[in-house]
């Protein structure tokens, strides 16, 4: 059976207040109609998604990785049975369901989807209508159903809903289930009166007329068909899904000190017996190993934490490679293009950017590591710097194994410190040193004596 996925998402969002559409807002980290893709790229049988967008909202092409994502216009917002007949004018080739999902529900899973297109397949449906009991029915779309068989015989709109209707719980979620046969009632729904948009809702009606069989699926999870349309709601959704994967790890032997502080992104994996203090914000394509700690404030974004590492106060690690057993910050900035370790050291106040840190070597206290590759059992004195940008070109600064680098020193690069060499305290060093050599590069100290009382003012002054 071919599917084809439509993703409903032409619409500006007013009322998120914001200057970008409403389906680009971030959850954990991701554009919330990324989970729409996701899951429908999950769903078993679809073959492939199309989003219908606007001039308003084609920014979502720029966040679509997946070649089997096709983008439609709807040129006028004209409503959302406009925005699906756009979609469908734009299928080229056969297929026997189309999925319509919208794309400010970001907490719709496949396995859902799943079951709503198996009930549509076994009960023979041409066409099927997502709904669910909303504890606060708000603004969705009423579901009518038939005194005769209790089936479903129309959607009627809020703004369209009699006072009784509108005490009505089970609503409209704005998923479908459309087979063929119905596909040519998009041409036959007519413009609403009231604010001349082509109601997709009214398809139901048309197919119950036509001798179609329609029917409703109630779906038991009224949270996965939340609908964002304010930074209330979108901070709802944002709870729900940060619980939902706390809730994950911890059934897979992760300890997380307080449930609500910290945000993982769906896409983070974690081994077992790690420890996750609270305040912390694991984003991206980061995957941790086993017995990590995690602590306090600490932000973690597309990174690599092998076993054992511990990650200490108030750090911020961004595509890097932590390796095992190694140990960064307090108050630490690992940058893009870092691997630290195994058994590696970063402390408190040291930045470390586009560097190799080898095996059992540290960097202790306030120093800049950039541009660098350094070897094993190496110690980089506090306050060390590698200067490796002359304003114009970035160069390269190569420590070999087991150097050891004095507090307050400057390496100029390009520049290499061979091994086993010891550079002093207090150095500017400006050429490669030797193996096995104590380098030292400071100025003659000089004692001027005297000079501080001649600095006094004379008395009476």
Partial sequence: MKICGVILAAGLGKRMNSSQPKVLHRILGKPMISYSMDCLSETSNVEKTVVVISHHTEGIKDIAKDGSVEFVYQKEPLGTADALKAAVNSINDSYDLIVVVTGDTPLIKSKTLENVIKFHVNKGNDLTVVTFDAS????????????????????????????????????????????????????????????????????????????????????????????????????????????DIAELWMGNGVTLMDIDSVFISP?????????????????????????????????????????????????????????????????????????????????????IKN???GYNSKASHLTYIGDSELGTDINIGAGTITCN?????????????????????QLVAPVTINKNATVGAGSTITKDVPEDTLAVARSKQQHIAGWTLKKRPAKGE
Avoid: W
């Fill in 389 to 409: 940008y002359d304003g114009k070109n970035k160069h390269k600064t190569v420590i070999k194994d087991g150097v050891f680098i004095g507090s307050g020193t």
């Fill in 136 to 243: 606060v029915p708000a603004a969705y779309g009423r579901i009518v159903r038939s005194m005769v068989d209790n089936e479903i015989s129309r959607i009627v709109e809020h703004n369209d809903a009699s006072e009784e209707v509108k005490s009505i719980t089970e609503v409209n979620s704005g998923f479908y289930v459309i087979s063929s046969a119905v596909m040519p009632l998009l041409e036959k729904i007519g413009k609403n009166e009231k604010n001349g948009e082509y109601y997709l809702t009214d398809i139901v009606e048309l197919s119950i007329k036509e001798k179609l069989k329609t029917a409703a699926f109630k779906a038991d999870n009224e949270k996965e068909f939340l609908g964002i349309n304010s930074r209330q709601e979108l901070l709802t959704a944002q709870r729900v899904m940060q619980r």
């Fill in 355 to 357: 560097s190799q840190i």
């Fill in 267 to 351: 896409g983070v994996t974690i081994g077992k017996d790690t420890v996750v203090y609270p305040n912390v914000v694991i984003e991206g394509d980061t995957h941790i190993g086993s017995n990590c700690t995690i602590y306090p404030n600490v932000r973690l974004l597309d990174t690599v934490l092998e076993d054992g590492v511990v990650i200490k106060d108030s750090t911020v690690v961004e595509k890097s490679k932590i390796l095992t057993d190694s140990a960064i910050g307090p108050f630490a900035h690992i940058r893009p293009g870092s691997v630290i370790g195994p058994k590696g050291k970063i402390g408190n106040f040291v930045e």
